[in-house]
């Protein structure tokens, strides 16, 4: 298997709820939901940096789709990593997070390991890390 991941679909309970999050909170690019002519794929697709997707579902359909039963979320199972340039650009997320009703978890901080970071969760309890790794600076 090569090490390519190009599309996160995260599972949301509302589609139309998350899309305003994502896209008008977090400002994030999307044609908007997609998928609506078939019966379990309505899907809305995010453009991230280096051709990443990511890709949000309606539970149910995600439950549907893979044949595996819907259960309880937890969110400490995963966490989106958001790595920026600066302890500034870290706080200048969250707080535009929270602004689009995010709940922020943990307010950025300095990190045992020498960055700065700190957690939100979005509308559907998904952990997002926003952080500022010395040691892995974003290109752009």
Known sequence: MKA???VLTVGVDNLERSLAFYRN???LRTEGIVGTEFEHGAVAFF???GGLKLALWERDNIAWDSSVPRSQPSPTEFTLGHNVRS???VDA???QAERAGA???KRPAATFW???AGYFQD???HLWEVLWNPQLIPND
């Open 4 to 6: 390519r991941i190009s």
């Open 25 to 27: 909170g977090l400002g």
């Open 47 to 49: 453009d991230l940096e």
């Open 87 to 89: 302890q500034e650009e």
């Open 93 to 95: 997320v969250m707080a």
């Open 103 to 105: 709940r922020i978890v």
């Open 114 to 116: 020498g960055g700065y």
């Open 123 to 125: 509308l559907d309890g």
